[in-house]
């Protein structure tokens, strides 16, 4: 039997096979996105609770609403914003699921969505599977700064969507406020609808602010933005997120969401809503830039090229012009086997493998595995 293809990528994503490869050789695994530290102890010990007392069966399809409360007065201490938690929030099994979601609730067949290519790997798919057509717009390396005017150019009667990450994966890049009132500009008289991807909202370094869409009242109102728990509580394995958009927005997220998922598992979001009440753990990002600051510095010892630290998220970029110029798909790969370090090539966050000869490095590991990974780079020296 023939079953239609519903998107264009093929094949398995190169974060798995990066990660195979990284077992196969005793790689130390700096590919894929997860941090190799522990979740804090009263975060599991509230899982346990959640379960033990009795929190097993379906939660509201929106989502508890002690969690959604939790995190409206999150917004409200962090970015002095006032949301609404019923109307508003909807939790949803990961950030990857909530932008499928908001894709899904404005794209018709036909309709054209813009990426900025380097770009997190399930937008494409997301776009195609909805019967749209991605248009895919370049990031302007080496600090991969958005260039607007090719931004105009791809903008079509057709395009419904746009959608972006900041703080960015793989790039580290972050959007400023004059970005954001720029792009308010460049959709001001147009239907387009922003997907704000803003999962590494809280890494952010260097006394740099994260603006969040939200934070931008024009633009917000035509925005779905995006974020991810387990980014920022070590535990992606739990694939809890949630969205904010506005309540129009909102009631077509949940008319999807209703009957995708329908609703989130109930003692993580148990869990998540108490810890987040009663968290006084070390704000994020000063744990994140003492890892980006020490992994920098170790890799000085290495011919790796850092053209810009990374501003925000847990992502490095590194050229390896002074290494060698092979392909970046061939250069990770040969890491790998040769060297005992796994990263991925930026090449593979471009739709038509754009190859800058520029690999990704995790940060968000323990000292002792950056230590030991740059202990195996420094050998290519
Ligand atoms: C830019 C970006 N968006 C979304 C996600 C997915 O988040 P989640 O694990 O919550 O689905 C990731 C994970 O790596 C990411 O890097």
Redesign the pocket.
């Known amino acids: 039997m023939n079953l239609p293809q519903k998107h264009s990528a093929t094949g398995t994503t190169i974060f798995t096979v990066m990660s195979a490869l990284a077992t196969q050789h005793n790689a130390i695994n700096l590919s894929q996105?997860f941090p190799d530290f522990p979740l804090d102890e009263q975060l599991a010990k509230l899982l346990h609770e959640a379960a033990h007392n009795g929190f097993n069966q379906y939660a509201p399809m929106p989502g508890l609403p002690l969690l959604r409360q939790a995190v409206a007065d999150n917004f409200k201490k962090r970015y002095n914003l006032d949301i609404n938690a019923d109307t508003e929030i909807t939790i949803t099994p990961?950030?990857?699921?909530g932008?499928y979601t908001a894709f899904t609730s404005v794209l018709q067949p036909g309709d054209e969505a813009i990426i900025l290519e380097p770009a997190?790997d399930s937008y494409i798919p997301n776009i195609e599977m909805n019967g749209a057509k991605a248009v895919p717009v370049s990031l302007v390396a080496p600090d991969f700064h958005v260039d607007w005017n090719t931004i105009k150019a791809a903008i079509t009667p057709k395009t419904k969507a746009l959608i972006l990450?900041t703080p960015h994966?793989p790039t580290g890049a972050v959007w400023t406020k004059q970005d954001w009132d720029t792009l308010a500009g460049i959709v001001r008289n147009t239907d387009i609808v922003i997907l704000s991807?803003e999962?590494y909202e809280q890494i952010i370094f260097d006394g740099q602010k994260h603006y969040s869409v939200l934070e931008h009242p024009e633009l917000r109102q035509r925005s779905f933005a995006l974020f991810?728990f387990?980014?920022v509580f070590h535990n992606?394995g739990w694939?809890i997120?949630y969205c904010i958009a506005p309540p129009d927005f909102t009631i077509a997220f949940r008319r999807i969401h209703q009957f995708l998922s329908f609703t989130v598992n109930t003692p993580g979001q148990y869990a998540l809503a108490h810890y987040i009440m009663n968290n006084s753990a070390e704000p994020l990002h000063s744990m994140m830039q003492k890892k980006r600051d020490y992994f920098l510095e170790l890799m000085k010892q290495t011919p790796f090229t850092i053209h810009k630290p990374a501003a925000g998220s847990y992502f490095q970029v590194a050229s390896y012009e002074r290494i060698n110029s092979m392909p970046d798909m061939e250069f990770a790969q040969w890491l790998t086997k040769e060297y005992g370090v796994a990263t991925i090539p930026v090449s593979a966050f471009y739709n038509n493998k754009k190859d800058d000869k520029l690999i990704r490095f995790c940060f968000a590991k323990k000292e002792d595995t950056l230590m030991e990974a740059v202990e195996r780079l420094r050998k290519l020296s």
């Open positions: 996105g990961g950030a990857t699921y932008i997190y990450n994966n991807d999962v991810s387990g980014k992606t694939k997120g």
